[in-house]
Each structure stands twice: as structure tokens, then as C-alpha cells.
């Protein structure tokens, strides 16, 4: 069944068996390098650099708006000193912008004491005095954005000449457009009314009013400047509003600096967490690792395991900062993940350790140990690693940067837990050995001995702990733990009810059904207000503008380049159709509110040519008469032609269109898209450009980066796991459980409010090594199974690894859930979908796969037979050259029924190994019992002697010639070539040694020579060989052979140690 491509699992093994002896005999140096490695890179920190602009992070490195934009900067770049046009920016810039309605609920702001207060909020904005650190002080009209030598003002002010006419419904204002009688300025009302109610080209009420006021940004001293009025302005709005001192109006404020405020806020909000995080994952550890045997129970071990991992993740971010890596806020979600990820192996790294024998030196409990976890540890971390390196090659700086953190700190996790913790345990190795009270350090008896010396109750129940080295297998000091049980037997035959699997998959199509719904109404993009955390005060006012300002929301530049001839008619017929294509469009308003230099100059030509006298048939007279008659200085239009240095002919060109009824980022993404068609559709070389199409572009191309992050990353797992666990079916299998969890976790991530976005792609990614974790050995622990019926095979595979997910999966959650209470949607989202990953990943692990695997998976054909009868004259004394059944001869029935240890049955069988993922449960000792037992067997002199008088007289009944001398392996290794050349020796050889033991008159004398030519080393390891020797054949001394965890589980039922006589 599985493929024996086992090199990986072999050179682990061996390296990890290598280096545990190292830890175990030096595990000073690995605690202490560690620590100072720590601490060297910690200084690291103080040059850290913050990342914290939305537009870099969260917009695709080479997006098409960012293209877009190089191209409108090269020929219009925007001067906030002398010519500034809001409509014309290219990029936010700096600027301060309120969103006001009415307190008394009243859904009209067109009354007097309304705009008094508007007139009001205005001069505070314009009166605000900044200081910098230099001491020196300015206000808004000396930095303010200006128009031919004039400041940006909010001209629908002015409205406060005529508003009580307005209100008394003495004059009217016409929508969209209508010139002050007083002041002869042109209000365009869209831009400043909000959810206005207009009836017969007349507005009837207006229940949003909007003003902004821009600063210059034309150098770096500006931005620094704007950027610290931008504070200013944010903090005596906040004040005014929050101390009550407008009467009627409640002011929703914001800035191009809030994003960048709202992301320092996200990080801070998180840190008072770290600690709090820390002190829950300490106590479940130590609540987890401490076990009724006060020896063997390691409960600082479990802390420790937590202390390494939060070293790695502080080391891990060191080490990037050094590598000259951004530090962005959502990196602050890492260590969350990381000490969930380090309490994992800190179990598979205990359970290891409690499988190994505890007579042997702690060198070599620390050897079995790391060989053992070798593949379970790495195995998780390599995938872990695999996909967060995966999401370095994403378009978004946030994911690339998040993912290079945390894969660095998975890296560093793993080698801190082989190294720090490693040596942690190897100091609690050597307290062990000497039997000592795990807290006390203080030698204390085991409790079968303090039993036998009648201690109180007390002791017995606090203080004692470890095993009775005089009877190391009594089942005192041994006790099964009680959750295994329960996951080999009630779980098992639960889930091998025929009801209940046809519950679990009904379930599972129900859970499928959910999913696919969930996807079909996934929403993309990442929401600004989403940036924010819930209780600040952008998001009253991403609310508002949501509800009031999406009939008008955007003004879009139409961008031609190119060397064409606009006096030739057919260039201004394509230029028109362009035009008209993109008003057409849903997206798009009428021509009202477009703005086209060339439509208005020909039309003004056309219809006052009879008195103007000009042409424009040609280039020359057309330029001429364009820079003399239409783009004078005081007209925007001035803005929207760029000539070439000679200024005899056009390079560029530019029109605005107005989006309209524009809502949601579904819609915005649609409207991106029909543009740029229609304009890629144009025989002219035009693009359509906004500063927000810069935001936009990741919700074009999120779905398509996640699509292919994660076919990348489930291609890549199923590979990874195949050379870990050499098999092919189990690959299969795995590749099914990561596109079911990865579906599941997509289509409920919908349902649970959450849009595929750079935050939950980072997620996405993330959970590709997560969903892994569990099914994977899972999986193995089936097929590798030798139980002849599914049912068996399911109670196998729970048995091992049914504790392990349950203890995995609650560590990993526990660890983020106070990402939770952040207040963060950042942060929420993080834990919802890890929390969905481990759940679903679970819920497929004990559950789902095994109902599967059972219906479908090896030997779910093979019905459950009776047990094989076994003549009377075979149970005693089998074949010598078959392999004995161990409830046949290895039991009491072979003494005629003398127990001959305190279990009655001794075992033939080694324990189980690790399926992978391993448990902190309370483990038996046994994997020393073949060999105590066979002690026992020679310390009774009866069962000693009827034993071998048994294989004695099977022996002579033998054909020894065709017995093996040499090494047989059961498993198919080269290791017998010297069978095949000592055949025809060793059946010389039996021959004289038959007619050699009829001269000798005692048995005794027979087992003496029979005690000298078997003697020899017995071989310890994972694998327990049969032996095959001839009378007088010496045993050869060889080195134990490493085997890899999952290599091993081909053969669950190991087979014990014999020698053939």
C-alpha cells in the first residue's frame, strides 16, 4: 500500500535521533544559546520602521490604477499652490472633510440656524492654529490649496444670503445646478447635498451637507505640514462636536490621516492581549501536561512550551526587522497564531517522551523522543512554513509582509522547540530519572511502593509519582488514560454505528450545501471603514457617506495620450464616441455632468461662428484658436490639454464623466471593469482613472490571487505530505479534506460577514497549512492500519490521535480567541477563520474521514469474521517456522494457566508509535515490558524449565536444514544474506547437535549449552525482529536500526523479540 519512498522520513529520523542524544547529554548549552540568541536580535527593534499607508498595503504592488495614474501625473500633475481642482486630483492628498446633519432629526438642513452653525464650523476650521515642533505656528489660509491666488472655499456657504427665502419657500433651488442671485456663483449641489429630495428639477430638502477643505501637498515640507493640520483639524472638530457646541448639527468628521490613525489604533488595541493571551495558554498548558503521577506529570514543561514559542516569535521578528522588513499592525496577529502553534508540538514532543522507556538514559529517552516526533513536528511546521511563503508572491504588500513575519516565526518556533525546549526537557528528564516531585524536586516514592509502605493518603495522592524500578510494568504505577480509552471505545463504536455514519455524511452534505450558498453570495474587497475600529469616530462617518452620498460618488478622468490631430473630424467623432459609450453605461451619468473641453469648444464654435469668423479645419488654426478662445487661465479646461513643448500640437487630453447610484464594492469593482473595457475597445490610446480605482484594483484581482494561492498551496500540501507520508491513497485523501475544509471555510466566511479581501486572503493562505494538520495522520493512521475490518481500523486510528486533535485544536483556538475582543475587524476576522479552519479541520478528522475511510477506504469490503479456532496440540508449542499468534502462545495457556506477571498476558507487541500528531495524555510505560517480562519468565525456575523442554522437543522434530540462521526481517529488508550461504552448515551442525543432546542424561545440562551457544545481546529499537539461529550459531552484534514514525505504522502489530531454538 504505501509507497517506500521513505528517504525523508529516514534522514529525519536519523538527524533527530543524532541530535537528541547531543541534547541529552549537553542541555545546558541549548537553553542557555537560545536565550542569547533571543536577546541579540530583540535589539533588532530599535529600527523598526512602521508601515502604516492604507493605499501601499492593501492596493496591488502593479495594479492597473496605480498605471493609470503614472500616466494622468505624467501629462497633468495637480499644483495645490496655484491651479488646484478638486475634480481634477490624482491623489487624496491632504485635506479635511465633515459630513453634518441635522440633531433634531429633522431630515431638512435648509434653514437659518443650520447654516448659521455650518458658517460657524467653517471659520473654526479656517482658524485653526498648528504648531510644529519647531515652534513655529500657521493656520488654513496660509497652507490651504489655492485657485489663481484664491484659497479653496466651500462656496454652497454662501447660500446663507438667500436660505431664509429658501426656507420660508420664497425661492427655489433648482437641482442639479442653479447660479447665487446675490453672489452670481454656480452651486453644483450633488457635490455638497446628500440624499437631497428633488422634485420638478426643484429641491424640496436636503438631510446631508458636506464641506472639505484641502492643504498643499506640492513638496515633502507641505505633506509634513498638511499632515500635522490634518491632526489639528481632526482634534478640534472632535472637541467641538464632542463637548456640545453646535446646537443643531452633529458633525461627522474625517481625513486622509484617519486610515493611518485607525491602523496605529488597531495595533495598540491588540497589545494589552499579549499578556492576558499568555497567561490563559500558560494555564491550559500546565492543566494539560500534569497527569495524577507526580514524577511523570510536567506541568513547567507545558509553560516552557509557551516561553519558547513567544522567544521564536520575538526572535523570528527581530531577525525580520533586521532584514530591513516593514513592521505593519496586522503582524501583531502572529504571535497569537505562534504560541498556539508551539503548544502543538510542546504535546507531540511530551507524548513521544512518555512512550520511550523510562530505564533508559535520558540521552537515549531524548534520542527515541526527537526521532520519534521527527516527522509530526516538521511535517506541520514545513506546511505551516509552505503556505505562508506561498503568500510572500501575492500583489498586496500587506499579505507579502504578514506572511514573510510569520513564516519566519514558524521557522524559528520549530528550531527553538528542538533546541530550548528540547533541553528543557532533557533537565526534566534527569528529575525524572531520580524520581523527584515535579514542583518539590524532592525524591518521592512511587505509588505502588507507597501502597506496600502504607503512606496517608496524602502522600499518596500529592507526592507520589514515577515507577517502581524492582516491578516497573505492575499496573499501579501504569494506568491507561481514561480519554484514549474513551476515543478507542465509546467514540469508536459510535462512529462505526451505521445510523450515525449516515448522520455524518447527511451533515456533511448539509455542511456542503451552506458552503456553496456562502460562496455564491461572497462579497470582495476591503471596505474602508472596515480599517477602523468599531467604536471610532470615521466609522459614523463612512455610515454617512455610504448613505447619503452614493448617488454622486465619483469623478472620473478620461485620459487620452497619443499625437492626434483634433481638428480632423473622425478624431473628434471617436473622441465623441468614446464619450458617449461611457455615458451610456450604467455606471455613468448623462451628459449634463460631463466635462469635455472638445465638445464644449466645438459646439461654442459652431453656434457663434457667424460672429466669431474663425476656423478650425486645420491643426494650427485649430491650436490657436483653442488656447485664445477657450483655454484662457481662469477656465478648468486649461487643466485638461497638455501640448507638446513647441506647443503646435496636442499630447494629451482630458475629459471628466460623473459615476452614479454607485454602492457596494461589488458594484465599484463592475463599474472598473465596463470603463476600462469601453475605453480598451477605443481605437484611441485613452484610460479612465479616479484615486480610489487605486483601492479598487484589489477587488479585481482578489478572487483570482486566492483562487490560484490556494490551488498552489493544496497542490503543494498533497506533495508535502506524500514525502512525509509516503503514500499515495493518504495523499488522495488529504487533497480531499483541504478542498472540503478550504470550500467550508470560504463559503461560511460569507455568512459570517466577512468579504475575500487582503485580510482574508492572508487568512486563506494561512489555513491551507492548517487544514493539513489533522487529516493527514488521520488519514495514514487508517490506511497504515493491519486491523482486518474498517470497524477496527477506526478504533486504531482514534485511539491514537483522537486526544491529540481535541488538545490541538482547542490550543489553537484558545490562543486567538482574544483577538476576538480587539474591537478590530482586522483582527475579528483573524479569528474567525482560524477558528472555522481548526473546527472544520477537526470536525473532518474525527468525524467525517473516519465515516469515509470506513465506507470507502481499504477493507471496507471485508466483513467482520469469528475468531480462528485453534487446535489444542497448536496452542502450546506452534511451528517454529511460523509467526506465533500472540493470544495463542505468549499467554498464560503456554504455562497451563500460571500467570506469570501481575496482567496475567505479557506482551508480544511494542507500543503503539506516534501517529503523527501525538498526546500530552497520561501514557503507559510499556515499551519496556517485553523485555521485564521475559525477566520474569527466567526468574520462575518451573515456567523456565517447561518452556524450554516445550521448544526442545519442537525442535527435534524440525527440519532444521531449511531454518534460518541469519537475521529474518518480517518486513522485507536485505538483511538474511547469510541464510542462503550457512543453509547447508547449519543442517550439518543440527544433526550432530541432536545426536549430541541424546547423550546427555539431565535436562540442566542441555539448558546450559543451550544458555551458550544463544548468547547474545537482545536488539532494542522500534522494530522488534524475529531471530532465527541454529543451536551453536552466536549472536552477531548490530546497531539498532532508526525507523521514522510513519514508515513504521505499516506494521501496527510488532512482532516480539524471539529466538528459535
Known amino acids: 500500500m504505501g509507497c517506500k519512498l521513505t528517504f525523508v522520513d529516514d534522514v529525519l529520523n536519523r538527524s533527530f535521533y543524532k541530535l537528541g542524544l547531543i541534547v ?17 536580535m530583540v535589539t533588532g527593534y530599535q529600527r523598526v520602521h512602521y508601515e502604516m499607508d492604507p493605499e501601499y498595503l492593501f492596493s496591488p504592488v502593479s495594479g492597473q490604477g496605480k498605471l493609470e495614474r503614472r500616466i494622468v501625473e505624467e501629462h497633468f500633475k495637480v499644483n495645490y499652490s496655484h491651479r488646484f481642482n478638486v475634480g481634477r486630483i490624482t491623489r487624496a492628498g491632504r485635506f479635511g472633510r465633515v459630513i453634518i446633519v441635522a440633531k433634531d432629526n429633522i431630515t431638512n438642513m435648509l434653514r437659518t440656524e443650520v447654516w448659521k452653525e455650518l458658517r460657524e464650523l467653517d471659520e473654526l476650521v479656517q482658524n485653526i492654529t498648528v504648531t510644529l515642533p519647531t515652534g513655529e505656528t500657521f493656520t488654513y489660509r496660509e497652507e490651504c490649496a489655492k485657485w489663481e491666488g484664491q484659497c479653496f472655499v466651500n462656496d454652497i456657504l454662501n447660500l446663507d444670503k438667500i436660505i431664509g427665502e429658501v426656507e420660508r419657500g420664497e425661492l427655489n433651488l433648482t437641482f442639479p445646478i442653479m447660479f447665487n442671485p446675490v453672489t452670481w456663483e454656480a452651486h453644483a449641489f450633488p457635490v455638497y447635498f446628500g440624499g437631497a429630495t428633488v422634485v420638478d428639477d426643484t429641491i424640496v430638502s436636503v438631510p446631508a451637507v458636506q464641506l472639505v477643505w484641502f492643504v498643499r501637498t506640492d513638496n515633502k515640507l507641505q505633506q509634513e505640514r498638511g499632515a500635522a493640520w490634518e491632526d489639528a483639524f481632526l482634534d478640534e472638530v472632535g472637541i467641538a462636536e464632542d463637548t456640545g457646541r453646535f446646537k443643531h448639527i452633529s458633525v461627522a468628521r474625517f481625513a486622509s490621516r484617519t486610515l493611518d490613525h485607525e491602523l496605529e489604533k488597531n495595533t495598540r488595541t491588540v497589545i494589552p492581549f499579549f499578556s492576558s493571551t499568555f497567561i490563559l495558554m500558560g494555564i491550559f498548558s500546565i492543566i494539560t501536561c500534569m497527569m495524577g503521577d507526580w514524577v511523570r506529570s510536567k506541568p513547567w514543561l507545558g509553560l516552557l512550551g509557551n516561553i519558547s514559542a513567544v522567544m521564536a516569535t520575538v526572535a523570528a521578528f527581530g531577525c525580520a526587522i533586521y532584514l530591513g522588513i516593514s513592521f505593519i499592525g496586522i503582524n501583531l496577529a502572529a504571535p497569537f497564531l505562534m504560541i498556539g502553534i508551539g503548544i502543538d508540538d510542546t504535546f507531540v514532543m511530551l507524548a513521544a517522551w512518555r512512550r520511550t522507556s523510562p530505564r533508559l538514559p535520558v540521552p537515549q529517552r531524548m534520542a527515541t523522543m526527537l526521532s520519534e516526533a521527527a516527522v509530526s513536528i516538521t511535517i506541520t511546521s514545513v506546511t505551516d512554513m509552505l503556505s505562508f511563503f506561498i503568500g510572500i508572491f501575492s500583489p498586496f504588500p500587506s499579505v507579502q509582509i504578514f506572511c514573510m513575519y510569520s513564516g519566519l516565526a514558524v521557522c524559528f518556533t520549530f528550531v527553538w522547540h528542538l533546541t530550548f525546549f528540547a533541553g528543557c526537557v532533557a533537565v526534566s528528564g534527569y528529575r525524572e530519572k531520580q524520581n523527584r516531585h515535579t514542583i518539590t524536586w524532592l525524591k518521592v516514592l512511587p505509588e505502588s511502593r507507597a501502597r506496600k509502605e502504607e503512606k496517608s493518603w496524602l502522600y499518596r495522592i500529592f507526592c507520589s509519582g514515577g515507577i517502581d524500578v524492582a516491578d516497573p510494568d505492575n499496573p499501579i504505577d501504569n494506568k491507561e488514560h481514561c480519554i484514549m480509552a474513551f476515543f478507542k471505545t465509546t467514540m469508536a463504536n459510535i462512529l462505526n454505528n451505521s445510523l450515525v455514519k449516515a448522520l455524518v455524511i447527511v451533515v456533511f452534505l448539509m455542511y456542503l450545501a451552506g458552503a456553496g450558498y456562502g460562496v455564491t453570495n461572497l462579497k470582495e474587497g476591503l471596505e474602508r471603514r472596515k480599517l477602523s475600529k468599531v467604536d471610532s469616530y470615521s466609522v459614523e462617518f463612512f455610515d454617512r457617506e455610504d448613505l447619503y452620498y452614493r448617488e454622486f460618488p465619483y469623478r472620473i478622468q478620461v485620459v487620452i495620450t497619443g499625437n492626434y490631430n483634433y481638428s480632423d473630424p473622425q478624431v473628434q467623432d471617436e473622441v465623441e464616441t468614446l464619450t458617449q459609450k461611457l455615458e451610456n453605461t450604467s455606471y455613468i451619468s448623462n451628459s449634463l455632468y460631463t466635462e469635455s473641453w472638445l465638445r464644449t469648444f466645438v459646439n461654442y464654435v ?33 487643466l485638461d490639454v497638455k501640448f507638446n513643448e513647441a506647443g503646435n500640437q496636442i499630447v494629451a487630453s482630458r475629459f471628466l464623466i460623473q459615476a452614479i447610484n454607485i454602492s457596494g464594492t ?40 486566492s483562487l490560484q494561492n490556494l490551488c498552489y498551496g493544496a497542490l503543494m500540501m498533497m506533495i508535502t505530505s506524500f514525502i512525509f507520508i509516503p503514500n499515495i491513497l493518504c495523499s488522495l485523501w488529504v487533497a480531499f479534506s483541504i478542498i472540503s475544509i478550504e470550500i467550508g471555510v470560504v463559503g461560511y466566511m460569507a455568512l459570517w460577514d466577512i468579504n475575500l479581501d487582503s485580510i482574508s486572503m492572508i487568512n486563506l493562505i494561512m489555513c491551507i497549512g492548517f487544514s493539513v494538520d489533522f487529516t493527514a495522520h488521520i488519514c495514514y493512521a487508517y490506511m497504515a492500519s493491519k486491523a482486518k475490518t474498517p470497524d477496527e481500523r477506526v478504533s486504531e486510528c482514534l485511539y491514537s490521535l483522537g486526544l491529540p486533535i481535541v488538545q490541538g485544536s482547542f490550543s489553537t483556538i484558545l490562543g486567538v480567541v482574544a483577538l476576538l475582543l480587539a474591537d478590530s475587524y482586522i483582527f475579528s476576522v483573524f479569528f474567525k477563520m482560524v477558528f472555522m479552519v481548526i473546527f472544520f479541520g477537526a470536525m473532518h478528522g474525527l468525524f467525517l474521514l473516519p465515516v469515509l475511510l470506513s465506507l470507502f477506504g481499504p477493507g471496507s469490503c471485508t466483513r467482520k469474521t469469528s475468531n480462528v479456532k485453534v487446535l489444542k496440540v497448536e496452542k502450546p508449542f506452534p511451528h517454529p517456522y511460523i509467526l506465533p499468534h500472540p493470544q495463542l502462545v505468549l499467554n498464560d495457556q503456554i504455562f497451563n494457566g500460571k500467570n506469570i506477571s501481575p496482567n496475567g498476558v505479557y506482551k508480544i507487541y511494542g507500543d503503539d508509535k506516534d501517529l503523527g500528531i501525538g498526546t500530552s495524555g497520561e501514557d503507559t510505560s510499556e515499551s519496556s515490558s517485553n523485555q521485564s517480562q521475559r525477566r520474569q519468565i527466567g526468574n520462575d525456575g518451573n515456567s523456565r524449565k517447561k518452556y524450554e523442554d516445550g521448544w526442545k522437543r519442537s525442535s527435534y522434530q524440525s527440519t532444521s536444514q531449511f531454518q534460518p540462521s541469519g537475521e529474518l526481517d518480517l518486513y522485507g529488508h536485505d538483511t538474511d544474506r547469510t541464510w542462503q550461504r550457512q543453509r547447508h552448515e547449519d543442517g550439518r551442525r543440527t544433526g550432530e547437535n541432536y545426536r549430541r543432546s541424546r547423550e546427555l542424561h539431565r535436562d540442566d545440562d542441555w539448558v546450559a549449552q543451550r544458555k551458550t551457544s544463544d548468547a547474545g545481546p537482545h536488539r532494542e529499537g522500534p522494530y522488534r525482529v524475529m531471530r532465527a539461529h541454529s543451536h551453536h550459531n552466536i549472536h552477531r552484534n548490530r546497531a539498532p536500526r532508526r525507523t521514522n514514525s510513519h514508515h513504521n505504522l505499516e506494521h501496527l502489530d510488532y512482532v516480539a523479540e524471539m529466538r528459535f531454538p
Open 24 to 40: 541529552g547529554k549537553q542541555p545546558g548549552y541549548f537553553i542557555i544559546i537560545p536565550v542569547l540568541l533571543t536577546l541579540l
Open 606 to 638: 459652431s453656434r457663434n461662428n457667424d460672429y466669431l469668423n474663425v476656423t478650425i479645419d486645420n491643426e494650427v488654426d485649430f491650436i490657436k484658436n483653442l488656447k485664445e478662445l477657450w483655454l484662457f487661465p481662469a477656465n478648468p479646461f486649461s
Open 666 to 705: 461589488n458594484h465599484e469593482k463592475e463599474m472598473v471593469k465596463a470603463l476600462r473595457e469601453v475605453v480598451a475597445e477605443s481605437p484611441l490610446n485613452a484610460s479612465v482613472f479616479h484615486p480610489y480605482f487605486v483601492f479598487f484594483d484589489q477587488f479585481e484581482l482578489v478572487r483570482p490571487t
